[in-house]
């Protein structure tokens, strides 16, 4: 057993190795287990002399700037509501009136709602603006929510009076509310999901039928699918069939589909996403696929 006879082993090997607990980094220890017998190899890096190997750090160009996510870009997106399904829908606390009867408000106003939760101060404010359409199945899976503004509870009681704090665009009677997210500082660690994604964009910031790099899109895929924030994915373009006329006759053929892009996903709810274009090799259009990079 050499580990019992290791001080046997030290003691036979002095003029080899002085003294074992000086042995430098990078050195190479025979050992013939016929001896047993400890030799000195060739040290990493050649030579045999004693010597210290010294930490190095190692470093190569980069042909461009890693980029950084440009969390000016991103900000409205972290707390506001963003999607709302029809559940919430439902249940939403709703405004029901306004002080002296207007028919719009703002800031500094008061409004009345109902079904507002008792342990809630404040509140956001926002209109269901459109349906969140899955573009290959056509089902809508979301409502994607206009954000109105900010409003917090001044007196208890059914209906409810609350203060607008802060308002984007003009409120009214029907409006709905949910509670106010607390402000979360934002920290990611990008990363490839461990599982297959499958998803199509579905949506882009403001309306628009296609866009580029460091603008907003929604995604088809969320929580349900193992997405998370922080998640990288890159992007796929159709690129349709193409039809050969031969010898043959007509023949129909399915381009394979060009990666062109990448997105990093900031937001999650149930089934939407929203990420950032971080790379893009032309515009980004609605129908696009997204998949694990």
Avoid: C
């Amino acid at each position: 057993d050499v580990y019992k006879r290791q001080p046997e082993v030290w003691r036979l090997n002095r003029d080899q190795i002085r003294n074992p607990h000086l042995i430098s980094p990078g050195q190479v220890i025979l050992l013939d287990r016929s001896g047993p017998w400890l030799t000195v190899g060739r040290r990493i890096g050649g030579g045999t002399q004693p010597g210290r190997l010294e930490p190095k750090i190692y470093t190569e160009a980069l042909e461009s700037a890693v980029p950084s996510i440009p969390l000016q870009i991103i900000e409205p997106f972290l707390n506001r509501p963003l999607v709302v399904d029809q559940p919430r829908l439902d249940g939403s606390a709703t405004i029901i009136a306004t002080e002296t009867s207007r028919v719009l408000t703002g800031s500094g106003d008061t409004v009345f709602a109902k079904n507002v939760d008792p342990d809630t101060e404040v509140w956001h404010i926002y209109r269901p603006a459109r349906p969140l359409e899955d573009p290959i199945t056509r089902e809508t899976i979301a409502w994607e929510a206009a954000y109105l503004g900010t409003a917090r509870v001044t007196e208890r009681g059914e209906p409810t009076t609350l203060e607008i704090v802060s308002a984007v665009e003009e409120i009214g009677v029907g409006d709905l509310m949910m509670p106010s997210e607390r402000p979360s500082v934002f920290s990611y660690a990008p990363h490839a999901p461990e599982q297959a994604v499958d998803g199509r964009v579905i949506s882009i910031h403001r309306g628009v039928s296609e866009t580029g790099r460091l603008n907003v899109v929604a995604l088809n895929v969320g929580e349900r699918d193992g997405l998370e924030r922080g998640h990288v994915l890159s992007l796929f373009r159709n690129r349709g069939t193409a039809e050969y006329r031969g010898e043959a006759g007509k023949e129909s053929f399915q381009l394979p589909e060009k990666r062109y892009g990448v997105v990093f996903v900031f937001r999650v709810f149930e089934r939407v996403s929203y990420a950032l274009v971080m790379e893009s090799d032309g515009p980004v259009t609605i129908a696009d696929a997204v998949r694990k990079p």
